[in-house]
């Protein structure tokens, strides 16, 4: 069991930029597939952004195609570049970790989560 800890959520003007990091527990991290998820009220979970386990393919939603990044380091740590942000991105951003097979959008294919960190984007 991997465990995740996110930062980096905060309060942003609209066309502002955050930069989200996801700190694992453990370096067997590195044979993981990332995600990340975001969750805002009322809503069900949704896929953001993938890369796989070592860091050289990315997939992402078409919502934040071109405005947001996902990547990793070769130690524990994924991150999420949001840019050009808009109040409708304001959710509670989730980083999850799965031995799964790269591309994956389902939230079910991941088995390890993080607790979340708040995105809030003011128009």
């Known amino acids: 069991q991997v465990q995740l800890v996110e930062s980096g959520g905060g309060l942003v003007q609209a066309g502002g930029s955050l930069r989200l990091s996801c700190a694992a527990s453990e370096r067997t991290f590195s044979r993981y597939t990332m995600g990340w998820f975001r969750q805002a009220p009322g809503k069900e979970r949704e896929f953001v952004a993938t890369?796989?386990?070592?860091?050289?393919?990315t997939l992402y939603a078409d919502p934040v195609k071109g405005r947001f990044t996902i990547s990793r380091d070769n130690a524990n740590t994924a991150y999420l570049q949001l840019n050009a942000l808009k109040p409708e991105d304001t959710a509670v951003y989730y980083c999850?970790?799965?031995?799964?097979?790269?591309?994956?959008?389902?939230?079910?294919?991941?088995?390890?989560w993080g607790q979340g960190t708040q995105v809030t984007v003011a128009s």
């Open positions: 890369i796989n386990s070592i860091g050289r393919a």
């Open positions: 999850a970790a799965g031995a799964t097979v790269y591309p994956n959008r389902s939230p079910t294919a991941y088995a390890n």
